[in-house]
């Protein structure tokens, strides 16, 4: 069974770094694009990036690219996600997802991220 | 960008009803593969995504056939049949097609 734990989330405050993690478990990870998928407050789905199964490619969504970085340990099964200079509307839901092709096939159960002083 | 348009926002349904769910693109979904990449994805109450539809018409595995994907170009539709109560949530259709891949704002269904 395809499993996607994420962790990390908390409250943390404007301009400050924040670091998610998303172990997978149930298939072979290194074999997989993997995502991050962030859902607001208000339920708006937001594509953060993607980066390949060797971890040699990603691509971001522009309004985030210089600020979030994706990375990955295939050796630990491991996703992550470096945020840095945080914002208020940095707040929401993040999902580490699995894609398959061009969608995302299966989504972890989320971690949430509060962005307050 | 591609922008994703969904209607309706909300749909009431009766249990054992039909509904259909439209996605409108800003700009055609066909990569340059010729392939079509329009996924849509429900959220049920408190749980993640999870993908029903993918490349338009392909049921995920262990979709049930009463969910069914169509369309073409810039305007696609999901129908659900025989509505049960497990198919409530919010739907939302998403494009893989051109980078940043970009979601539709949701459709919240409904019992009536």
């Known amino acids: 069974e395809v499993q996607l734990v994420e962790s990390g989330g908390g409250l943390v405050q404007p301009g400050a770094s924040l670091k998610l993690s998303c172990v997978a478990s149930?298939?072979?990870?290194?074999?997989?694009?993997m995502s991050w998928v962030r859902q607001t407050p208000g339920k708006t789905m937001e594509w953060i990036g993607d980066?390949?199964?060797?971890?040699?490619?990603?691509n971001y969504a522009p309004s985030l690219k210089n600020r979030f970085t994706i990375s990955r340990d295939n050796a630990k099964s491991t996703l992550y996600l470096q945020m840095s200079n945080v914002r208020s509307e940095d707040t929401a839901t993040y999902y580490c997802?699995?894609?398959?092709?061009?969608?995302?096939?299966?989504w972890g159960q989320g971690t949430l991220v509060t962005v307050s002083s | 960008d591609v922008v994703m348009t969904q209607t309706p926002v909300s749909l009431s349904v009766s249990l054992g009803g039909q509904v259909s769910i439209s996605c409108r693109s800003s700009?055609?979904?066909?990569?340059?593969?010729?392939?079509?990449?329009l996924s849509w994805y429900l959220q049920k109450p408190g749980q993640s995504p999870q993908l029903l539809i993918y490349?338009?018409?392909n049921r995920f595995s262990g979709i049930s056939d009463r969910f069914s994907g169509s369309g073409s170009g810039t305007d696609f539709t999901l129908k659900i049949s025989r509505v049960e109560p497990d198919d409530l949530g919010v739907y939302y259709c998403?494009?893989?097609?051109?980078?940043?891949?970009?979601f539709g704002a949701g459709t919240k269904l409904e019992l009536k």
């Open positions: 997802t699995r894609r398959v092709s061009h969608w995302f096939a299966y």
């Open positions: 149930g298939f072979t990870f290194s074999d997989y694009w």
């Open positions: 980066i390949k199964y060797d971890g040699s490619y990603t």
């Open positions: 700009q055609s979904l066909v990569h340059n593969n010729g392939n079509t990449y």
């Open positions: 490349k338009v018409s």
């Open positions: 998403g494009q893989g097609t051109q980078y940043p891949y970009t």
